[in-house]
């Protein structure tokens, strides 16, 4: 049981974690902190924490436990506000959608406490964000991916992974690098995709009669591209390498698939067509029986 | 009220138009016909079908009203063989995808008969296909797009409307051409990019693991991908033109964005993600107040 867990950044996965945190009694104590005094107090009359700092020495003070839920692009900013205020058994994780750009800042601000540093990736969240929306059952049933270094003191790991256990995480670890390029494909360029087709028919003169058509399968096409820019900004860009090479190989298929509609190649179309749908039923297969077992 | 109806191809929106003509009294004798004895015997056991022909002259018999319900690529072969077999008064209409394509193929052989043929498209499915799906709901609260041609006789568009507003529908009327733009946009061009998606997936390496990570979203993103390939085939291929200008359109915004990215150019990819996110969250609303009004 973790004595003090401070939660820096109490949106939707930093509120849900909290949340979850306190009632599966993971831990004794919830600290907040973040920019906005309004949120945090929105968040302890919720009581998704138990009280909140406005200075992060504060904050971190007698913390067994720091997780960094801030944005992407904060992180490197709140890891160096951090350093120097950490007691040498701390232990500092963070929710991010990428991970090489993480630890790269965790490296360079953290220094020597990298050792009590314990990447992580909940697999989770949602388009509506802020603490508002924050769940306690968010992890449930969820995938949390833990990308602890070579020199990770073991302990911070096992800390850690109990913790997304305890909320009914399932804790997968792998290597930075590998998860940075499965995240690519799974979450960064179909997150990309979305965007891409609603800005290219919200730049088209007909834009209006064109949403008024459009049916349910667009809607679920599109929900993604609902989610938060800023933050979507930030993590296209902190994955830009795998992004890039995920969009080329689309990019490749898809241009496959033109020439066979070009050429009206029905065979190869067909071919295409099929391996992707039965592709798609196998792997909603997967996820249904992991719901199951949940 | 439509004294017999005859519907060929007993499928997901055959089957559901064929029940909710029946429930909401819109015609008194409902005809199946298609390739399948068997499929056509479980449309009549369901009491989606009053009763059944294996031979078109006789499906076609006594009917004042003809719904062309088979696969897009089936379509030219079905109006081959019911020209010759139709009343002089007999109203034809389809429920193909694509439009241009179903005109072509009723001008050339249906001939004459042409004036009594009405094209039309219900925007509502699912990727569940076959009869045993069929919902006499499926089309409330759904728009209907009807195509009539400048020489289409206006109570045969009548007849064809009153029963599409009959089970709950809301039908407009365009032109063929601006059909095929609009339904390129925010149809076709989105199940390509889904099964793209997946084909790309699927043909990496480490798949399994991939699919093995993909959230809510990416299930999301990818439901469309599920759909029947044979079917999506027929209409990529019969909407190819409006298709590979949708295609490059979205090819131009993917450039874009993906300079933003190479580049790292924050503010063009911000533009760009904010942009879409806009046109999403206003076109869900729209979509709301029409669920609401139904």
Redesign the interface.
């Known amino acids: 049981v973790i004595e003090r867990m401070a939660v820096l950044g109490v949106g939707l996965i930093g509120g849900s974690l909290a949340k979850a945190a306190k009632l599966s009694r993971a831990c004794h104590e919830v600290v907040g902190w973040g920019r906005s005094p309004q949120h945090l107090q929105i968040a302890q009359d919720l009581k998704t924490i138990d009280r909140y700092e406005l200075d992060l020495p504060s904050a971190l003070a007698g913390a067994n436990l720091v997780v960094v839920a801030v944005p992407p692009g904060a992180m490197g900013h709140v890891f160096e506000a951090m350093a120097g205020h950490l007691s040498p058994d701390t232990v500092v994780t963070d929710v991010g959608s990428t991970k090489a750009s993480v630890v790269a800042a965790a490296h360079a601000k953290l220094r020597r406490h990298i050792s009590h540093f314990v990447p992580g990736h909940p697999?989770?969240?949602g388009e509506q964000g802020g603490v508002q929306h924050a769940d306690s059952r968010l992890f449930r049933g969820?995938?949390v991916?833990l990308t602890p270094l070579e020199d990770t003191y073991p302990p911070a790991v096992a800390l850690v992974r109990g913790l997304w256990e305890r909320v009914g995480a399932e804790v997968v670890e792998m290597d930075v690098d590998h998860h940075d390029?499965?995240?690519a494909?799974?979450?960064h360029?179909?997150?990309?995709?979305?965007?891409?087709?609603?800005?290219?028919?919200?730049?088209?003169d007909?834009?209006r009669?064109?949403?008024?058509?459009?049916?349910g399968?667009?809607?679920?096409?599109?929900?993604?591209?609902?989610?938060?820019?800023?933050l979507?900004?930030d993590i296209?860009?902190a994955n830009?390498g795998h992004?890039?090479e995920?969009?080329d190989?689309?990019?490749?298929?898809?241009g496959i698939?033109?020439e066979a509609?070009?050429r009206?190649d029905?065979q190869a179309?067909?071919n295409?067509?099929?391996?992707?749908?039965?592709?798609?039923?196998?792997?909603?297969r997967?996820?249904d029986e992991r719901s199951e077992n949940t």
């Open positions: 697999i989770a969240g969820r995938r991916i390029h499965v995240l494909a799974t979450s360029l179909p997150h990309l995709l979305a965007y891409a087709l609603v800005d290219t028919l919200a730049t088209m007909e834009k009669e064109i949403f008024a058509f459009a049916a399968g667009f809607r679920d096409f599109t929900r993604i591209a609902s989610s938060d820019p800023q979507w900004h296209l860009l830009r992004l890039l995920m969009m190989r689309f990019q490749t298929v898809l698939i033109r509609i070009a009206e029905g179309l067909l295409a067509l099929t391996r992707a749908k039965e592709a798609r039923d196998h792997f909603a997967l996820m």
